[in-house]
């Protein structure tokens, strides 16, 4: 180390004293305060007597070890001062010297502190970029999902526009022929043949409208979901049968082939909603028959693994891949196809088959055909009698011919009483008709009828209230809907039996004369 | 009651409120403003354990924020015994920076005592550790809490706990 003159070294150690302040205690290995050198007051370590522990006094010293060199810079001993702490060993005792460091301290700090605030700036700054790029990606998503939701809507918006003017004309051309060849029949030179051919014409058009309206209701009622299945036991060979039946002709009339094929594994009674059941296999091969000029269409159910699988091949122009996608939508066709129908067919065969569990398939190509295939599970029933119709009791046929059976009918359209009214008395029974339901029920009380036949949407508590109360009051005869509505489970357990308008009245008779007699 | 002397160090990345959480715990006070601490700052405490018996006085060094230690720094925690580890709970990048001060502390004087504190939770908007990382930090730890300098919430509980395990620590050394 460099030597100097010691009268330097004097001048700059009084120098140095002074402009820094200096502040020395000696503490020995107990931190008991030996000596004391300079200012000892502003440090607030005045009036401190000799052997005093220091750790009180100058907290700083708890944890240091005496005897070991330490440097603690910018040491914050109070509200004003700061100091520089030097512990400097002396044997077994400290000298701890104090050197003020309150003017080094203030732009010390104040560069820190710009330095950190800038550092904070700098993360703040990163944490919002952070978060605008996570904001931008969402409004990427969002405004893809909404381009995404709008060509929906202006799909589903140009497939209704062109629904409605298909709708317009597929009702106007049946609607037209009801109205023109009802007032052909009702012309004064018409002959019983233009009557009769006119008469035929107009129920032909009223059953394409009525199928038009039931596409219509069975899509509305799927689509919100409030269509329920009604799942009762019935022998499904017969159903088969009766497709058969009812294929084959129309087939026919186009030169077409119609062949059937039931595997013998399938069970004959099943649990399941017939109607809907054969609604799905009607539309299956009404189309299939629609659709084909040449060659054939083929029905083939087999069973396997608890489900029914149902192939209706045909051998029409096919489907292309791209339609195959289009044809199980509402309202949409494929392109080659025809253009009458609502176009509804399908979309309601794929609902009601998901409504019921299962599954459809669709393999075709163009000009080589078409096959649709259904899986739907089944619940099979061992005991094929309980399939049978419920067995009535046999009524006393003395008492019965002692009287003319009696109907109530309860309907608020006139003409339908007078309809009904007509076919009745031509079978012989006498009629009590009324348009209440609360009419009807203190009617079927006073005259006990032989059978009630009920609108449901009719005044007073409407039809469905009006036969469970009969049956509370104890009336046991047979209770029969005759009703447009779409009634659930529940309700149609309150009637013997349920026809929808408008249902065939010969068939409606058979059923009347089957339960009154 | 018997007086027993603990040097405490609280340590954390810069801004992180430890100078805010030693003013409320020793004054019970708390300043919007942001003054950034130079050095150390000292103050005390007595804290009173009637179970023990024991009056415990705490010497708080509140040292300056750093992400990492240097050798001015460790002559600050020496003969500590126990730490308070502060993270801004609306910066995550703090809670990697106490992982690693820990570490080094661990290094360099062993384990001791210590207590974590997950600050500003009055700032639930902001707040960026998620819960897995506090999950993590309890695994490690045994003693997070979420502090509030501002409103005071669980500053006192946690340096009531670190006094705690620095007088369990120092008994079993015994």
Redesign the interface.
């Known amino acids: 180390m460099m030597q100097l003159p010691a009268c330097v070294v004097h001048n700059l150690q009084d120098e140095y004293f002074s402009s820094e302040r200096l502040f020395c205690f000696l503490i020995d290995e107990n931190y008991a305060l030996v000596q004391i050198w300079g200012d000892a007051q502003r440090w607030g370590l005045d009036d401190i007597p000799i052997g005093h522990d220091m750790r009180d006094a100058a907290v700083f010293l708890v944890g240091c070890v005496i005897g070991e060199p330490q440097a603690l810079r910018f040491v914050r001993l109070s509200r004003h001062s700061v100091a520089h702490v030097h512990l400097i060993p002396d044997g077994r005792q400290s000298y701890v010297v104090l050197i003020d460091a309150s003017d080094e301290h203030d732009p010390t700090q104040a560069k820190q502190q710009k330095t950190n605030e800038l550092r904070l700036m700098h993360a703040r700054q990163n944490r919002l970029i952070g978060r605008q790029r996570e904001l931008i990606s969402e409004l990427i998503e969002i405004r893809s999902e909404l381009d995404h939701h709008r060509q929906e809507a202006e799909r589903s918006s140009a497939n209704k526009s062109r629904f409605i003017a298909m709708m317009s004309h597929e009702f106007r051309t049946p609607l037209a022929s009801i109205i023109n060849y009802a007032q052909l029949a009702q012309e004064q030179d018409a002959s019983r043949n233009d009557i009769q051919k006119s008469v035929e014409t107009i129920e032909r058009s009223a059953r394409h409208l009525t199928s038009l309206v039931e596409a219509l209701l069975d899509d509305a009622s799927l689509s919100a979901g409030r269509l329920e299945l009604v799942e009762e036991q019935f022998d499904c060979h017969n159903l088969f049968e009766d497709l058969a039946r009812m294929m084959a002709p129309m087939a026919a009339e186009k030169g077409l082939s119609f062949a059937t094929f039931v595997d013998s594994d399938v069970p004959k009674v099943i649990f399941a909603d017939e109607v809907r059941f054969r609604q799905i296999l009607i539309n299956l091969l009404g189309n299939a028959v629609k659709f084909t000029q040449e060659g054939g269409v083929r029905l083939k159910v087999t069973y396997s693994s608890d489900r029914l699988v149902v192939t209706v091949s045909d051998t029409g122009p096919g489907i292309s891949s791209e339609d195959q996608e289009k044809v199980f939508k509402a309202f949409e066709r494929g392109s080659k196809r025809s253009e009458t129908g609502a176009g509804l067919g399908l979309t309601i065969t794929l609902r009601l088959v998901q409504l019921m569990g299962g599954e459809v398939s669709l393999d075709s190509q163009p000009d080589e055909g078409c096959t649709v295939s259904i899986y739907i599970p089944v619940n099979v029933q061992a005991d094929p009698v309980a399939a049978e119709a419920p067995v009535l009791p046999v009524p006393d046929q003395d008492a019965l011919a002692s009287r003319p059976l009696s109907i109530l009918i309860c309907d608020d359209d006139d003409d339908m009483i007078a309809l009904v009214e007509h076919y009745l008395h031509r079978s012989g029974y006498g009629l009590i008709a009324t348009s209440d339901s609360s009419d009807a029920i203190a009617k079927t009380i006073k005259y006990d009828p032989d059978l009630v036949l009920m609108d449901c949407n009719v005044p007073g508590i409407g039809g469905v209230g009006a036969a469970k109360l009969l049956r509370q009051q104890g009336y046991e005869k047979p209770i029969v809907a005759l009703t447009a509505s779409r009634l659930n489970e529940e309700e149609r357990r309150a009637f013997t039996r349920f026809f929808r308008k408008p249902a065939p009245m010969q068939e409606l008779l058979v059923e009347i004369k089957r339960l009154t007699h | 009651m018997t007086l027993f ?3 405490v160090c609280i340590v954390g990345d ?2 992180v409120g430890k100078t805010s959480i030693a003013e409320r715990f020793v004054n019970n006070h708390f300043s919007e403003s ?3 601490t ?5 103050d ?1 405490k007595l804290i009173e354990v009637p179970d023990l018996g024991v009056s415990h006085k705490l ?1 708080i060094w509140d040292i ?2 750093s992400d990492r230690f240097e050798h ?1 720094e460790f ?2 925690l ?4 126990g730490y308070i580890y502060v993270i801004d709970g609306t ?1 995550t ?1 703090t809670l990697r920076s106490a992982m690693s001060l820990e570490e080094q502390v661990t290094d360099r004087f062993g384990s001791a005592p210590s207590v974590v504190l997950l600050n500003k939770s009055d700032l639930a908007g902001d707040w ?1 550790v998620n819960e897995s990382s506090v999950k993590a930090l309890h695994a490690h730890f045994g003693a997070v809490f979420k502090t509030s300098a501002k409103t005071g919430d669980a500053v006192e509980r946690a340096f009531e706990k670190l006094a705690r395990r620095i007088l369990d620590n120092d008994m079993r050394a015994e």
């Open positions: 002397t603990s040097k810069f801004a942001y003054l950034t130079i050095g150390v700052k000292i005390t010497v300056a924020g001015t002559a600050y020496r003969g500590a015994s910066r990048s960026d």
